[in-house]
C-alpha cells in the first residue's frame, strides 16, 4: 500500500492514546511464562508484540517470529531452558541476517544446545531445551543489549540465578536498565554494578498486575510533528508518566532544542511548538543510549533546515534494514545532503524540500514513521506504508485524526 499524504499546514488539537511499550511488553509476556501470576496490562498491540505472544503459548516444533528483534533474542534464551522441548526458531528473511552469535556462543557457554540451521551465526536456530544451565557468563555487550536482555529474562528461573559479565563498550544501556527494573518489579532480586549484572534464582513470585506505559519511541514521530508545526501547536499522548524505563523518553529533553515543550499532566503528555525556545544549530546528539529515536530526529533537523551531528549509530545497520543507508538515500531524495560513517550521521543545513517525493521504506516501520510528519512541510508519498504494524499499527489513523490529509492506493 502506498500512501499519499498531502501538505497540511494546520493541525486539529488531538488526543492520542499510543499502545503499550513493545519492549516493555515482550519482557513482560516472557516473563509471563515463567511466572504465571503476574498479570499485564495497556499490553502492546505491535505485530512485534502478537507474534512473542503467540510463539510462547505455542506447541509447534518450528515458530517464525518475522521482523521482531527482541522476540528472536528474548525466545532463544526461553527456549534454551524449556527442558525436553525441541523448537526451531525462525524469522523473516531480515532477521536471518541479523547476526545471533554473540548471545548463541554465551548460552552455548553455559550449557544450552544450539545449533544453526543455514549460516553461522543467523537464525534460523535449532534449539533443544535443557533447564540446568551453569550460574556465570560473559559476554560482549557492544552489539545489541537484546543479547544481555535476553540472558537477564532466564537468570531467575536457573536452579542457581545467574550473573553476567559484560564485556567492551557497552551499548543501548537504558534497555539492559529496562529489563532490571521489570524483574525488580516483579519481585527478583537483581542487581547492575559496574558491569556485572547478578539474578538471583526465584521460582515463584508474589501474583502482581502490571502496567505497561505506552510507547515513547512511538512518541518520537509527534514530537517531530509538533516541532515542525506552527507555533501553539499542541498535542496530548497518552499514557506517559515522568520516571520511565524507557531511555527514548529522553525525547523530551532533545526535543526543547527543536521549540517542542512537553507537560506531564496525570498520566498523559502535553506537548506544544513554542519556538522562542529553538536552540541554535548544529545540533549535536550522541545517540547511543536511543537508537529507535535517530530517524525521527535526522527527518526532524531535514524539515526545519537545520544542520544535525548525530553519533553513537553503530547499532543501526543491523535492525530492521541499514537505517544509516536507507535514511541517506530517502534524505537526499528530497534534496538533503548527508554523509554516513558506520556509527554517525551529518546533515547539512538546506532551506528548499523537494514535493511530491516516493519515499521507500525498506520494511522498517521507523522508516515509513520517521519521514510522514514532514506532511507539515510538503506533500509526499510513503510506500509500502503498512510496515508501520511491527510497532505502531494504528500510526495512519492516529494521523488523520490530528488532521493530516492522507489518500492510499
Ligand atoms: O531491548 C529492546 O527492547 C530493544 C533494544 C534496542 O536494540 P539494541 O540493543 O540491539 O540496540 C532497540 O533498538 C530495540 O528496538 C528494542
Ligand atoms: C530495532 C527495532 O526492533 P527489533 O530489534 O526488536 O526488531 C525497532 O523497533 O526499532
Not at 236 to 264: E, H, M, N, P, R
Amino acid at each position: 500500500m502506498t500512501i499519499k499524504l498531502h501538505q497540511t499546514d494546520q493541525l486539529t488539537n488531538a488526543a492520542i492514546e499510543i499502545t503499550g511499550s513493545k519492549s516493555e511488553t515482550n519482557r513482560l509476556l516472557l516473563l509471563q511464562a515463567l511466572y504465571p501470576e503476574i498479570e499485564i496490562a495497556n499490553v502492546s498491540n505491535s505485530d512485534d508484540s502478537i507474534v512473542m505472544k503467540q510463539a510462547l503459548s505455542s506447541h509447534k516444533k518450528e515458530i517464525d517470529i518475522h521482523h521482531a528483534g527482541t522476540a528472536m533474542r528474548f525466545l532463544t534464551a526461553y527456549f534454551a531452558i524449556q527442558n525436553q522441548r525441541e523448537v526451531l526458531l525462525t524469522g523473516s528473511k531480515r532477521m536471518q541476517e541479523r547476526p545471533i552469535k554473540i548471545l548463541v556462543d554465551a548460552l552455548q557457554r553455559i550449557g544450552a544446545y544450539i545449533t544453526y540451521q543455514k549460516e553461522i551465526g543467523y537464525p534460523p536456530i535449532l534449539i533443544k531445551g535443557e533447564q540446568n544451565l551453569k550460574s556465570k557468563v560473559h559476554i560482549d555487550a557492544g552489539v545489541s543489549s537484546q543479547y544481555i536482555s535476553a540472558l537477564m529474562l532466564i537468570g531467575s528461573s536457573l536452579p542457581k540465578g545467574l550473573t553476567i559479565h559484560l564485556e567492551g563498550k557497552l551499548t543501548s544501556v537504558p534497555y539492559i536498565q529496562m529489563t532490571l527494573h521489570l524483574l525488580k518489579d516483579i519481585g527478583i532480586t537483581a542487581n547492575f554494578i559496574d558491569n556485572t549484572i547478578t539474578i538471583q534464582p526465584k521460582q515463584v513470585v508474589t501474583p502482581k498486575r502490571l502496567v505497561v506505559e505506552s510507547d515513547w519511541s512511538s512518541a518520537s514521530y509527534f514530537y517531530s510533528i509538533v516541532a515542525l508545526s506552527k507555533d501553539n501547536t499542541s498535542i496530548t499522548l497518552s499514557s506517559y508518566k515522568k520516571d520511565s524505563y524507557q531511555g527514548d523518553a529522553v525525547l523530551a529533553k532533545i526535543y526543547t532544542a527543536f521549540g517542542v515543550q512537553t507537560t506531564f499532566t496525570n498520566e498523559s503528555i502535553t506537548l506544544k511548538k513554542e519556538s522562542k525556545h529553538l536552540v541554535k544549530p548544529p545540533i549535536e546528539l550522541d545517540l547511543s543510549d536511543s537508537p529507535d529515536i535517530a530517524q525521527t530526529i535526522a527527518v526532524t533537523c531535514f524539515g526545519l533546515g537545520v544542520e544535525c551531528h548525530l553519533t553513537g549509530l553503530h547499532t543501526l545497520k543491523i535492525k530492521e534494514t541499514d537505517r544509516l543507508a536507507a535514511l541517506k538515500i530517502e534524505l537526499e531524495k528530497l534534496g538533503a545532503i548527508v554523509d554516513i560513517t558506520t556509527e554517525a550521521l551529518h546533515l547539512q543545513p538546506t532551506d528548499h524540500i523537494l514535493d511530491g517525493i516516493a519515499i521507500d521504506t525498506y520494511q522498517d516501520h521507523r522508516m515509513a514513521m520517521a519521514f510522514a510528519p514532514l506532511a507539515l512541510k510538503t506533500g509526499l508519498q510513503i510506500n509500502e506504508a503498512e510496515v508501520v504494524s511491527k510497532s505502531y499499527p494504528d500510526f495512519w489513523s492516529d494521523l488523520k485524526n490530528l488532521g493530516i490529509k492522507i489518500s492510499e492506493f
